[in-house]
Every structure is written in C-alpha cells, then in structure tokens.
C-alpha cells in the first residue's frame, strides 16, 4: 500500500504512522526528518535553504521539499509501499506526488486526512520542547511558531482535500479521539481488520 497522511501538526501523524508502519511492515518517509537531516548535515544551498526555514517557522517551496521527497518514493524500497507523513501539503505537491508515483508504476492507495482543531494542535505541541535543528537553542514548538505554521497550513488545506476526494481517495478521521481509537478507525477504514 502507497499511503499518505495528512493533517495539522499535532494531529498524531507521526504515531499513527509508525503504528500502520509496524502492522503492514512499510517505510515511513516524513518531510520534517527529511528537512531537519538536511539542516543538520546539508553544506550546499539545500542544507542553508533547509536551516532558513526552520528558523523562520516557514516550509520549503515545493520544488525543494518535492525533490526531498521524489528521491525517496522513486527508489526500488518504494515499490512495495510506503507511508509519507507530511507531504503533500499543496495541490502542486499532491499532483507532482501523482506523476512521480505513476511514472514508477503504482498509485497513492489511500488520503489519511487526520482532522484536528488549531487549539488542541497548539496544546499538544507545546508539551513537546523540540529544538529547530541539532545544535540549535530555538524551540521549534514555541507556540507563536506553531501558529505561524498552522496559517500556511490552513491556506492549503482546502485544494489539498478537494484533489484527494475528486479522486475518492479520502480517509477522514477524527485525530481529537485517544491514539487507540485513531489508529482503530485507521485500520476499519483501510479495510484492515
């Protein structure tokens, strides 16, 4: 399976990820691990692109995170199945995703919309204390900055959504219930159980 999951920060992404990870035995490939490698490791003008938006509390433009992600789903691991947390998070990046995945010969299977409110986004958040990048002292889940990425979230979110329902790819759940009744509705939807 080829599977996507979409939502605010906050929203359980990551644990729910790595939950269907473990059940279906599939790579997890997350933006965020991906742009922090790169701030951390990257000397070229990716690297210091990557370290600038941390800081700031932006995303990349699409056509850096794009590429981050392309080397990922096009290699030979990818055939087989895999999880993206945290891309696409705009309509270009969901349509380059389509061409990239189509053109190594499989589809996205299934849209795993994780639907969370801006406040309980914010609150859980701000219990996690991570850093920007290694090395860094700025907290990356400072509350202003969690909103500031909640905005340019928010601003995409609508195309997103309408791309994957026009494709009748959608999984809505609610990520406002415990991780266990989350990750239950995960695997009913996906027709697991």
Same mark, same amino acid.
Do not use: W
């Given at each position: 399976?080829?599977?996507?999951?979409?939502?605010?920060?906050?929203?359980?992404?990551?644990?729910?990820?790595?939950?269907?990870?473990?059940?279906?035995?599939?790579?997890?490939?997350?933006?965020?691990?991906?742009?922090?490698?790169?701030?951390?490791?990257?000397?070229?003008?990716?690297?210091?692109?990557?370290?600038?938006?941390?800081?700031?509390?932006?995303?990349?433009?699409?056509?850096?995170?794009?590429?981050?992600?392309?080397?990922?789903?096009?290699?030979?691991?990818?055939?087989? @199945? %895999?999880?993206? +947390?945290? *891309?696409?998070?705009?309509?270009?990046?969901? =349509?380059?995703?389509? $061409?990239?995945?189509? /053109?190594? @010969? %499989?589809?996205? +299977?299934? *849209?795993?919309?994780?639907?969370?409110?801006? =406040?309980?986004?914010? $609150?859980?958040?701000? /219990?996690?204390?991570?850093?920007?990048?290694?090395?860094?002292?700025?907290?990356?889940?400072?509350?202003?900055?969690?909103?500031?990425?909640?905005?340019?979230?928010?601003?995409?979110?609508?195309?997103?959504?309408?791309?994957?329902?026009?494709?009748?790819?959608?999984?809505?759940?609610?990520?406002?219930?415990?991780?266990?009744?989350?990750?239950?509705?995960?695997?009913?939807?996906?027709?697991?159980?």
């Amino acid at each position: 399976m080829h599977l996507v999951f979409y939502g605010p920060e906050g929203s359980g992404k990551g644990t729910q990820a790595k939950l269907l990870s473990e059940k279906l035995k599939l790579p997890i490939y997350t933006t965020g691990d991906l742009v922090r490698e790169a701030a951390a490791n990257d000397k070229t003008d990716v690297g210091n692109l990557c370290r600038k938006v941390l800081e700031e509390g932006k995303y990349l433009p699409d056509v850096v995170v794009s590429q981050l992600i392309a080397n990922k789903v096009t290699g030979s691991s990818a055939v087989n @199945g %895999f999880i993206l +947390d945290g *891309f696409p998070r705009t309509k270009g990046q969901a =349509e380059f995703l389509d $061409k990239t995945v189509e /053109k190594s @010969g %499989f589809k996205i +299977d299934k *849209f795993i919309y994780l639907n969370l409110s801006d =406040e309980e986004s914010v $609150k859980r958040l701000s /219990k996690r204390k991570r850093v920007l990048f290694g090395g860094s002292n700025i907290l990356h889940d400072d509350p202003k900055r969690v909103r500031q990425r909640l905005a340019v979230y928010h601003k995409n979110e609508k195309d997103v959504i309408d791309f994957y329902t026009k494709k009748n790819l959608i999984l809505e759940v609610n990520a406002g219930q415990t991780v266990e009744k989350v990750f239950r509705d995960i695997v009913l939807g996906l027709k697991l159980a």
